[in-house]
């Protein structure tokens, strides 16, 4: 069975940093695309950062870039370190793998192609 789970969400001042991690099992995901997504209450799911299957490639949405970083340790792991947190960030945030087809924000920002979805971790900034 194929699960991705994440963790090190929580609660955290404005200003500070986070790191979520990802963990897949149950298959290797070495030519899978990883992302991250978030929903805030009342919004619309968004694509947060994307690797690519190799890691040569990273994608973010234009409201984090420059504070948050996506990584991979292995075809199985995924982290997204986030620094200089806002209020705005806050949200959950999930963990997804898409079949590595894509090139551009806006193809691994289709959650259509995603075909595996972890449970997802909160993330509260305070002000």
């Known amino acids: 069975q194929v699960q991705l789970v994440e963790s090190g969400g929580g609660l955290v001042q404005a200003g500070g940093s986070l790191r979520l991690s990802c963990a897949a099992s149950g298959r290797t995901f070495g030519t899978y695309a990883m992302g991250w997504f978030r929903q805030a209450p009342g919004q619309e799911r968004e694509l947060v950062a994307a690797?690519?299957?190799?890691?040569?490639?990273t994608y973010y949405v234009d409201s984090v870039k420059g504070r948050f970083t996506i990584y991979r340790d292995n075809a199985n792991t995924v982290h997204l370190q986030m620094n200089s947190l806002k209020p705005e960030d806050t949200a959950v945030y999930y963990c997804?793998?898409?079949?590595?087809?894509?090139?551009?924000?806006?193809?691994?920002?289709?959650?259509?192609?995603?075909?595996?979805w972890g449970q997802g971790t909160q993330v509260t900034v305070s002000s």
């Open positions: 997804a793998a898409a079949p590595d087809y894509c090139s551009g924000y806006g193809c691994y920002a289709t959650d259509a192609k995603y075909d595996y």
């Open positions: 690797i690519s299957w190799h890691g040569a490639r």
